[in-house]
């Protein structure tokens, strides 16, 4: 009944918690990745429209307003003819850095393809998302993007639909806003339009 020896097991599991540190942070960086346009690193096109649809299911369940804006860069051809497409990718980028300093928190904002971003306002309406276009318009007009020497300036066209009349689903949504847009680019470019 009495103890003679005491045997003490020590195990070293600091590669354990570092390797599960470091597959964390890879999950982390695979997720962001995954969500994320790499020129611009706002939402790329299919996180945004997962976000969309999860915006619009709020809508549907809580009755909660939503407006979707449809953004274009003004004749964006015409920047990658005469600069390259080099100059034409910085224009993204300043463009996607205003649009995002202009955007709440709450706010979506995503890459939608090529040179046109689209915007997720909740709890928005026409009226508020209209002030937030036009500001947002106003600062992409006095943008100077410098490139290789030369000053390149651009405006955008905007189109807005908001979730004040009923909608079948998200698409639909997107289809109004990209009428507005279609709105805004045949009545001259350089303004908002907003879906009635």
Known sequence: GEITHICL????????????????????ELHRLSSTD?????????????????????????????????????????????HGHQAG???????ADVIRKHARDVDVVGRYGGD?????????DKAGTKVFCERLREAVEA?????EGHTIRCTLSLGVADLSKPAHDHVTLVEWADQALYAAKKNGRNQVSVYE
């Open 9 to 28: 097991v020590i195990y070293d599991v600091t590669d354990v918690a570092t390797n599960r540190h470091q597959l964390q942070a890879a999950n982390t």
């Open 38 to 82: 790499s020129l611009t690193e706002i939402f790329n096109h299919g996180h945004f429209k997962s976000m969309l649809k999860r915006e619009f299911s709020r809508h549907s369940r809580y009755g909660s307003m939503a407006s979707l804006v449809m953004i274009d860069i003004d004749h964006f051809k015409r920047v990658n003819d005469t």
């Open 89 to 95: 990718d910085m224009v993204i980028r300043q463009v």
């Open 116 to 124: 046109e971003f689209a915007v997720v306002l909740p709890d928005t």
């Open 143 to 147: 943008l100077e993007v410098v490139y």
